[in-house]
Structure formats: C-alpha cells, structure tokens
C-alpha cells in the first residue's frame, strides 16, 4: 500500500518503512491508540496525555524527520522521531571541500504498536532511519530496559569524555556513530535475512526446495525470484550472496 506523503524506503512483506514528508500523509495512517483493554499506542498517551495526531503532526511541521512502518491497511506499527542538533562540519582546503564530521540527530522517542513488538519492526525501522539519515544518532533511554537494548541490539556505546562529536549537553547520552549506523541495516539483513528481506528468502528456500526434489521450475517464478534478488542484493553478505548466485545459474543452466 502507499500513503501520499510518505517516501518509502524499504518493504518487507506486507510492512512498508518510509519517511513522513507533510501533515497530510498522516490522514491515510491508522494509529491505534491503547484503551479500554484494546492494544495500542499508549507511551505518550498515558504518561503526557497526548494525542498521536499532534505529536506526528508538531514533528513533522517543526521540521523533525519522521519515520513510520504501517501494513497493506495502513495502520500505524511504529514510528521513530529525530531532531537535527548539529549539522555536518566541513572544511575547505586549496578550494576542495571536505566533510570533517557527520551532522548528529537526536533520536527523541520510538514505539511499535504492542501487537507487533518482539518481531523486528522496532529494529528495522531505526536501521533504515538511521541509514537515511546518514549522521551520528544519539539517545537517553528512559529505563534500563531501553538502555540495554539499544547497547545489545541497535550498537550504541557511551560517550566517551574525549569524543568532540557532540556537544557536552548529550554527554549523558548513548551514541551510535555515523559509520554503525550507516551499516546497521545491512548487519540486520546478514544476521535475520528473513525479518529483512522475507520475499527474497522465501523465494529462494521454495525453488531450492523444489529444485532438490527433482520438479520442474516455471520460468515466471525464476524471473519473480530475480526480481527479489534485484532489489535486495546490496543488503546481502558475500556468503549468502555467493550462495543465491551459484543457485541461480543452476537454475537458468
């Protein structure tokens, strides 16, 4: 499905992962707020008492990058809200400009509907923003809980008393530099291919499958699997990428 106003960087089934790009985009999104025992957005509900609506809608007038992932429905299944606090520092040297060090993005605050935590729509979601974002992206969890997954699964360190990257205002703060971030996305697909590219695996194990059985091959599921692979080969390891290739002459042999 697509929604007008948002660009959508990356699909993954039936779960599209894009940037908010005006107010309007959130008119075609379904957020379902939690209440009265029905799952749902509840963080900023609950602790601030406010709406969804208004909070997308201060982000993305304000000028915030806004990333959301939402189904074939439309409905809402997380989102990842940025703020710009530095920009990119560049320097100019016998009339070559050179870029000295990334811009830094505050990441403010991300949440999955609860019906779909514990699946990888969190993770993915911050890989592609962070990888759009091309800068540094520093956060203070609110728990410990938060902390330990953004040290474990999302590769944020501590800033350290010597880093010139931020200013002392985020010293506090956990950090995900620029090179990390920008190959998060990429180490996600190497380590869950399936949460990533879950066409392109299923397509591959079903005509291996196939394949090993001795049956024949439709031409169309070979140029369907080929479609796959086309858009998902800069997200593959060497291995896998080996793998697939090697499989794939066999296939057109």
Do not use: W
């Given at each position: 499905m697509c929604v007008k106003g948002i660009s959508v960087l990356h699909r993954a089934g039936?779960?599209?992962?894009?940037?908010?790009?005006?107010?309007?985009?959130?008119?075609g999104l379904r957020i379902e707020v939690g209440q009265s025992g029905a799952p749902g957005f509840n963080y900023f509900h609950n602790n601030f008492g406010m709406?969804?609506?208004?909070?997308?809608?201060?982000?993305?007038?304000?000028?915030?990058?806004?990333?959301v992932s939402f189904d074939t429905c439309g409905r809402m299944l997380g989102f990842a809200r940025f703020e710009k606090v530095s920009d990119n520092l560049e320097k100019i040297?016998?009339?070559?400009?050179?870029?000295?060090?990334?811009?830094?993005?505050?990441?403010?605050?991300?949440?999955?509907?609860?019906?779909f935590r514990n699946m990888g729509v969190g993770r993915l979601l911050f890989a592609i923003a962070a990888g759009h974002l091309y800068s540094n992206v520093v956060t203070k969890p609110d728990n410990p809980g938060?902390?330990?997954f953004f040290r474990q699964r999302l590769m944020f360190d501590t800033i350290c008393d010597t880093d010139c990257t931020v200013s002392l205002r985020y010293r506090d703060h956990l950090i995900l530099p620029y090179p990390?971030?920008?190959?998060?996305?990429?180490?996600?697909?190497?380590?869950?291919p399936r949460?990533?590219?879950?066409?392109?695996?299923?397509?591959?194990?079903?005509?291996r499958f196939r394949s090993n059985m001795g049956k024949s091959i439709p031409r169309d599921d070979i140029v369907t699997f080929e479609r796959y692979?086309?858009?998902?080969?800069?997200?593959?390891?060497?291995?896998?990428?080996?793998?697939?290739?090697?499989?794939?002459?066999?296939?057109?042999a």
């Open positions: 039936t779960v599209s992962y894009g940037l908010l790009e005006s107010e309007e985009a959130l008119e709406p969804y609506d208004f909070l997308m809608r201060s982000s993305v007038s304000s000028g915030h990058p806004l990333f040297h016998r009339g070559k400009k050179s870029l000295v060090r990334h811009s830094v993005h505050l990441l403010r605050s991300i949440e999955v509907h609860p019906s938060a902390a330990r990390k971030a920008r190959l998060l996305l990429r180490q996600l697909a190497g380590n869950y949460m990533v590219m879950p066409e392109l695996i299923d397509s591959y194990e079903s005509l692979l086309t858009t998902s080969r800069h997200l593959l390891d060497r291995k896998l990428s080996e793998e697939i290739e090697q499989f794939l002459e066999t296939l057109c």
